[in-house]
């Protein structure tokens, strides 16, 4: 075999070995819509149209509204029941390959301040970070939250709050206000540097993840207001957004992750 045609088979070889990717799928929790979508965990397309697929089983609704997280295929879910003068909250573990509830407690009095309104893995470190209610509920604070022992440990104030909070792949913590300002969060002290605004003012719930796609890492945001639910894209070093498409029903999504490839 002549130098030419070894050099022609080496380069079939390298691109052969060459990661690919296809059009980036999220998951995600509706758990609200005004179109009576059944409350559980659905898949998304990152283009537009948007597809969106029911993951978890219809006859076992996943309402992950004081936070969830998905760790090693497990999807860690706080809920809980706003019964006027107290909480009654709840824990869950769903296998996220059969969506069967393997692990649950029995209801407790909860606390507003383990009720979080957004959260992020750390794929650095596996530290899990979340925005919550205080005890009064007069403001937010930023916190680590350990789904084993099922206790939040607070950082530091978060002002009015993080609707949304994602991880990058190589570890930084970015959180976006509810002014709609994209901030990076220092994850020791709760500092914020403002990178931008975004120009869209998030109101309700959402979330924001991180997920690969053939352009390298892209953070995505489920955003929602009282008249918009669209999936945008955020530059993290100007803040700058780009809709992909609406979100069919105005639904709210939560505890968004990237599906594997």
């Known amino acids: 075999m ?48 948007i597809q969106i697929t029911l993951l978890s089983n219809e006859s076992e609704p996943i309402v992950a509204n004081g936070g969830a997280v998905c760790i090693d295929d497990k999807l860690y879910v706080y809920y809980y029941e706003d019964k006027g003068i107290y909480l009654m909250a709840y824990n869950y573990i769903y296998d996220t390959k059969t969506w069967v509830n393997t692990g649950s407690t029995s209801p407790t009095m909860g606390d507003w301040a383990d009720v979080a309104i957004s ?18 509920q007069t ?16 950082i530091a104030d978060a ?20 002014e709609g300002r994209l901030l990076n969060v220092d994850k020791t002290t709760g500092e914020t540097t403002e990178i931008g605004s975004t120009g869209f003012r998030p109101k309700g719930a959402q979330s924001a993840t991180f997920g690969q796609s053939q352009g390298g890492e892209e953070f995505y945001w489920f955003a929602y207001n009282d008249s918009e639910s669209a999936l945008y894209k ?21 505890a968004a992750y990237a599906a594997e490839p």
């Open 2 to 49: 002549n130098r030419r045609k070894l050099s022609i088979l080496f380069l079939l070889l390298i691109i052969a070995a060459a990661p690919t990717y296809g059009a980036t799928q999220l998951i995600g929790n509706i758990v609200s819509s005004d179109n009576q979508m059944t409350a559980g965990m659905y898949k998304f397309s990152t283009t537009d149209p």
């Open 159 to 178: 002002g009015t709050g993080y609707p949304a909070l994602a991880a990058s792949p190589d570890g930084e913590l970015f959180a976006i206000d509810t």
């Open 119 to 136: 959260t992020a893995l750390d794929p650095t470190t596996g530290t899990v970070y979340c925005c919550t209610y205080n005890s009064g």
């Open 234 to 254: 955020v530059n993290t070093q100007t803040a700058e957004i780009t809709k992909i498409a609406d979100i069919e029903g105005h639904a709210q999504v939560v």
């Open 139 to 154: 403001g937010f604070e930023l916190k680590t939250w350990d789904v084993a022992a099922k206790t939040k440990t607070r």
